[in-house]
């Protein structure tokens, strides 16, 4: 918080609507995101993780995925798990994911 004329400012960041401490928020060696995708129909369950897939591994070709496939009560469930070179690969990844 910064004083400039008798008022007050708060440094923050907003970041896709959110606001958040950064320092909070960035961890060393934290490089691993896990996506979960639920639905009825399979196929369209499938198709929505491969377009998050697609979208990490056109921004950083070096992503590790794999993918987990159960049946669930409500239908079919992907977790995908991306690994990433380094954290901030993973945060850059993260706060595009509403572009997606």
Known sequence: MSENN???????CE???TF?????VIE????ILVLPF?????AGVN???QKYIDAAKA??????????HSTTEQG???KVTLEFDCTAEKLIFEMGLSAI
């Open 38 to 42: 639920d639905g009825v129909d399979e």
């Open 15 to 17: 970041a896709c609507g």
């Open 28 to 31: 060393a060696g934290d490089t």
């Open 6 to 12: 008798n008022t007050a400012e708060v440094d923050v």
């Open 47 to 49: 198709k929505l993780a």
């Open 20 to 24: 958040v401490e950064l320092g909070s």
């Open 59 to 68: 921004r950083f070709e070096e992503v590790i995925v794999t993918q987990e």
């Open 76 to 78: 079919f469930s992907c």
